[in-house]
C-alpha cells in the first residue's frame, strides 16, 4: 500500500480535538485521534493544530486538555 492510500484509509479531513496530553521532556505527547498512535508535539500545544506526519491527519490540541501521567496517554489498553 502506497504512503498515499495508507493516508486515506487512516486520516480523515477533519480536524479532531485531543482533550489529553502528557509531558516527555521538552515535548508533549498525545494519541493521535485519527490513527491512536502516540504523537509528539513542539511546545505550545494548548489550541494548537498538528499533523501527524504518519497518518496525515489533522489534530487540535483543546485550550481545556488535560495534562495527564505519561503512563495514562502512552497505554495501549
Ligand atoms: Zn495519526
Redesign the pocket.
Known amino acids: 500500500m502506497s504512503y498515499k492510500e495508507r493516508k486515506q484509509v ?2 480523515t479531513d477533519e480536524i479532531l480535538i485531543v482533550n489529553e496530553y502528557a509531558m516527555d521532556g521538552g515535548e508533549a505527547l498525545a494519541r ?6 502516540v ?1 509528539g508535539m513542539e511546545l505550545p500545544v494548548l489550541g494548537e493544530q498538528f499533523q ?1 506526519k ?4 489533522w ?1 487540535e490540541v483543546s485550550h481545556n486538555a488535560r495534562r495527564k501521567k505519561i503512563e495514562h496517554v502512552t497505554a495501549t489498553n
Open positions: 487512516l486520516a493521535c485521534p485519527h490513527c491512536k498512535r504523537l501527524d504518519v497518518c496525515g491527519g489534530l
